[in-house]
């Protein structure tokens, strides 16, 4: 869950840190308060998509951090953290995110420094937001799929993994088929290259190594009256007569005399020795070099133009000798297909149909699974919607079949509901108001809560638009999702707010001209009134203040009820 929230010079928040619990968190306040601003927080911290908007007038970066406590040791998260390489202690994940002026952003976990992308992953297995304007899910007919496969994740599991594996390796092939099945123009003009390209590298024989070989002996070419005049003059100096070696060689025989009898002289005498005989080795070795220098001038014209031979196919083939021997092989293999082309064909084509035939029956499997599911969720799902006074809804959960194989399989999956009798289902989005999806949401939430692993869920006011029982009934669903799941909710309706088990209150204030965001958790007398005056509005009479009572009283036997057949799994 997540145990502390903290926020730094973010929109009209200078600095705030709050503690949250387990169970239903309720936020409260007047309209431009905040509320929404700390669930924008949350969500960047979780990795959404940030702008310099977000930080504070004056401040040069808006600091967000959060604290989760992972109690569940098969909680998805950990899986994500292992994978980024990134320790856990004390069951601690801390989530850090940093927004600059300059529009970059900073992201830690556990201190250590991840891309967004990391950051979104795991934000996204530890809270999930949403909002009253953001049933994509549910609008979206693709997204259908996923929801049932999250429904049915035990069954499909292995199936979706073997299916998955043979899916990638069909798509593959069907990729690689289609770069085979080329129309004959092309075919032709295309072996043309290849057969110019293999003639051309196989005429250079180019080999590892070789440049920079030639590179050496272009420059001692280019510079040959130099390395003759310098090594010529070494040797002179070393062997001439009366030059270096012979004063040597006398110091030598005077030193070696010394030696015999003088002991202190028989480490300087092997000393000079020893430089006397390598210096003539090294005036023999320079004699050897004089001896074999020549210049050719038509030498250095053949590594000028073997020189330039590697530059033009450089410019043609790759930036390097490696790459353009990787070249060589790919087309000589290519070139090889196209010539073969009809043989590889039917080869690949009988694959092909192996393959679909595995799929197939594998993508049966998953329909059979998933169709079981179906049933399960459209039952489980209108039990939900008569206790959020939806009693004649009918949910169905549509297959269609594909004439082709895409990565869920064959099966084609859409929501369809019928909202009133005598009407026949049609699909959820186009149907569905704006409360029956918020219902639905909800409805969905509190069968996924208890198996999906998220650790916080966040409901930013999805319960506009709705009073009366419904508001009621959305309360106690809202309840219910924080039986499984911590529950953190922004909320107008004085129902939702009874049903808290922790409820905080946001005001904004002006000091000293300049805008600021507050957060604190109000006790049972400053409850009743909140509560009164989300009953009222802005006045709050005795009678509002017996309502409100009546209301949280009631919300406490109710919250009894509901979980006394329930183990609280934080």
Same mark, same amino acid.
């Given at each position: 869950?997540?145990?502390?929230?903290?926020?730094?010079?973010?929109?009209?928040?200078?600095?705030?840190?709050?503690?949250?619990?387990?169970?239903?968190?309720?936020?409260?306040?007047?309209?431009?308060?905040?509320?929404?601003?700390?669930?924008?927080?949350?969500?960047?911290?979780?990795?959404?998509?940030?702008?310099?908007?977000?930080?504070?007038?004056?401040?040069?970066?808006?600091?967000?951090?959060?604290?989760?406590?992972?109690?569940?040791?098969?909680?998805?998260?950990?899986?994500?953290?292992?994978?980024?390489?990134?320790?856990?202690?004390?069951?601690?994940?801390?989530?850090?995110?940093?927004?600059?002026?300059?529009?970059?952003?900073?992201?830690?976990?556990?201190?250590?420094?991840?891309?967004?992308?990391?950051?979104?992953?795991?934000?996204?297995?530890?809270?999930?937001?949403?909002?009253?304007?953001?049933?994509?899910?549910?609008?979206?007919?693709?997204?259908?799929?996923?929801?049932?496969?999250?429904?049915?994740?035990?069954?499909?599991?292995?199936?979706?993994?073997? !299916?998955?594996?043979?899916?990638?390796?069909?798509?593959?092939?069907?990729?690689?088929?289609?770069?085979?099945?080329?129309?004959?123009?092309?075919?032709?003009?295309?072996?043309?290259? !290849?057969?110019?390209?293999?003639?051309?590298?196989?005429?250079?024989?180019?080999?590892?190594?070789?440049?920079?070989?030639?590179?050496?002996?272009?420059?001692?070419?280019?510079?040959?009256?130099?390395?003759?005049?310098?090594?010529?003059?070494?040797?002179?100096?070393?062997?001439?007569?009366?030059?270096?070696?012979?004063?040597?060689?006398?110091?030598?025989?005077?030193?070696?005399?010394?030696?015999?009898?003088?002991?202190?002289?028989?480490?300087?005498?092997?000393?000079?020795?020893?430089?006397?005989?390598?210096?003539?080795?090294?005036?023999?070795?320079?004699?050897?070099?004089?001896?074999?220098?020549?210049?050719?001038?038509?030498?250095?014209?053949?590594?000028?133009?073997?020189?330039?031979?590697?530059?033009?196919?450089?410019?043609? !083939?790759?930036?390097?000798?490696?790459?353009?021997?990787?070249?060589?092989?790919?087309?000589?293999?290519?070139?090889?297909?196209?010539?073969?082309?009809?043989?590889?064909?039917?080869?690949?084509?009988?694959?092909?149909?192996?393959?679909?035939?595995?799929?197939?029956?594998?993508?049966?499997?998953?329909?059979?699974?998933?169709?079981?599911?179906?049933?399960?969720?459209?039952?489980?799902?209108?039990?939900?919607?008569?206790?959020?006074?939806?009693?004649?809804?009918?949910?169905?959960?549509?297959?269609?079949?594909?004439?082709?194989?895409?990565?869920?399989?064959?099966?084609?999956?859409?929501?369809?509901?019928?909202?009133?009798?005598?009407?026949?289902?049609?699909?959820?989005?186009?149907?569905?108001?704006?409360?029956?999806?918020?219902?639905?949401?909800?409805?969905?939430?509190?069968?996924?809560?208890?198996?999906?692993?998220?650790?916080?869920?966040?409901?930013?006011?999805?319960?506009?638009?709705?009073?009366?029982?419904?508001?009621?009934?959305?309360?106690?669903?809202?309840?219910?999702?924080?039986?499984?799941?911590?529950?953190?909710?922004?909320?107008?309706?004085?129902?939702?707010?009874?049903?808290?088990?922790?409820? !905080?209150?946001?005001?904004?204030?002006?000091?000293?001209?300049?805008?600021?965001?507050?957060?604190?958790?109000?006790?049972?007398?400053?409850?009743?009134?909140?509560?009164?005056?989300?009953?009222?509005?802005?006045?709050?009479?005795?009678?509002?203040?017996?309502?409100?009572?009546?209301?949280?009283?009631?919300?406490?036997?109710?919250?009894?009820?509901?979980?006394?057949?329930?183990?609280?799994?934080?």
């Amino acid at each position: 869950m997540l145990r502390e929230l903290s926020i730094r010079n973010f929109a009209i928040i200078e600095d705030l840190t709050v503690s949250f619990s387990e169970g239903l968190t309720v936020l409260t306040g007047e309209t431009g308060a905040g509320k929404s601003i700390i669930i924008d927080a949350v969500h960047l911290l979780a990795g959404g998509r940030g702008n310099t908007e977000f930080i504070r007038h004056g401040a040069r970066k808006a600091e967000l951090g959060g604290l989760f406590q992972i109690s569940n040791s098969t909680h998805p998260v950990l899986k994500k953290l292992e994978e980024a390489g990134i320790e856990i202690e004390e069951d601690t994940v801390i989530l850090r995110r940093d927004l600059n002026d300059s529009g970059k952003s900073i992201c830690r976990v556990n201190g250590k420094l991840v891309p967004l992308s990391v950051l979104r992953e795991i934000g996204g297995s530890l809270i999930d937001i949403h909002g009253q304007h953001e049933n994509q899910e549910l609008m979206d007919e693709k997204q259908h799929i996923n929801l049932l496969d999250q429904f049915a994740e035990e069954q499909l599991l292995s199936i979706q993994k073997t !299916y998955s594996e043979q899916y990638e390796e069909y798509r593959l092939l069907k990729k690689d088929l289609a770069s085979i099945s080329i129309d004959e123009q092309l075919m032709a003009q295309r072996i043309d290259l !290849y057969q110019f390209q293999i003639k051309e590298l196989e005429e250079a024989n180019l080999r590892l190594g070789e440049e920079d070989e030639l590179l050496d002996e272009r420059r001692r070419l280019m510079n040959y009256n130099k390395i003759f005049e310098r090594s010529r003059a070494a040797y002179e100096a070393i062997q001439g007569e009366s030059k270096g070696l012979d004063w040597i060689g006398n110091a030598m025989g005077a030193l070696d005399d010394a030696a015999t009898v003088d002991e202190q002289f028989k480490e300087a005498s092997e000393a000079v020795t020893t430089a006397f005989y390598a210096l003539q080795d090294a005036a023999y070795q320079v004699k050897n070099v004089l001896d074999e220098l020549e210049f050719d001038p038509a030498r250095l014209n053949e590594v000028e133009q073997r020189l330039a031979l590697f530059q033009n196919l450089k410019r043609k !083939y790759g930036s390097t000798v490696e790459d353009i021997l990787a070249y060589f092989e790919k087309i000589k293999i290519e070139l090889n297909e196209l010539l073969n082309r009809d043989e590889i064909l039917q080869v690949k084509e009988r694959r092909v149909l192996e393959m679909e035939s595995v799929l197939n029956e594998l993508a049966t499997e998953l329909s059979t699974v998933r169709k079981a599911a179906a049933q399960q969720l459209s039952e489980a799902i209108m039990a939900e919607l008569r206790e959020l006074h939806m009693e004649k809804a009918k949910f169905i959960v549509n297959f269609e079949e594909l004439q082709y194989f895409d990565a869920n399989g064959k099966d084609q999956i859409i929501f369809y509901i019928s909202t009133n009798v005598g009407e026949p289902p049609k699909s959820l989005p186009k149907i569905a108001s704006g409360g029956e999806l918020s219902r639905m949401m909800l409805a969905l939430k509190t069968i996924f809560s208890s198996s999906n692993g998220i650790t916080s869920i966040i409901f930013d006011e999805v319960d506009t638009g709705v009073s009366g029982r419904v508001a009621q009934a959305i309360a106690e669903k809202i309840a219910a999702v924080s039986i499984n799941s911590q529950v953190l909710c922004i909320s107008h309706l004085p129902q939702v707010a009874a049903m808290a088990d922790h409820h !905080y209150f946001i005001k904004k204030e002006v000091e000293h001209d300049r805008t600021f965001t507050s957060l604190s958790e109000i006790d049972q007398k400053a409850r009743i009134e909140e509560v009164s005056r989300m009953m009222s509005g802005t006045e709050i009479t005795a009678l509002t203040l017996q309502h409100a009572t009546e209301l949280l009283t009631m919300a406490e036997e109710r919250k009894k009820q509901m979980r006394s057949p329930y183990s609280r799994n934080s």
